[in-house]
């Protein structure tokens, strides 16, 4: 049981972390309100997982897939483009979100 709550715990501070973040840049950037749905979503998807909604899970299992494929295209894209632009940055930001994506997936499989 302690094994559960500590992964569980992991992750839903992780999506709480993402919404915040991601309203943070959505109400700073007026014109993107794509920042602001992913961050109502990551903390919804938080708050179900605290509560431990079955549907929760299998939605944020469905928006973790989504987003890794995402997140791989972006790498192919990044190195394809020879680093231009962001460069290694690039890299940098999106091998940590493709992890927490197979670990989120692996964590609510499990559970």
Do not use: H, Q
Request: glycine share 10%.
């Amino acid at each position: 049981m302690a094994k559960k709550f500590n992964d569980i715990t992991l992750l839903i501070i992780s999506y709480f972390v993402i919404g915040l973040f991601n309203i943070f840049v959505g109400v700073s950037d007026k014109s993107n309100i794509l920042f602001l749905i992913i961050g109502l979503v990551c903390i919804i998807l938080a708050f179900g997982l605290y509560k431990l909604w079955n549907w929760i899970r299998v939605t944020a299992i469905v928006i973790s897939l989504f987003f890794i494929a995402i997140y791989v295209l972006l790498i192919i894209g990044t190195i394809m483009n020879k680093f231009e632009g962001w460069g290694g940055l690039g890299l940098l930001f999106n091998f940590p979100i493709l992890a927490l994506g197979l670990y989120a997936i692996d964590i609510l499989m499990r559970t």
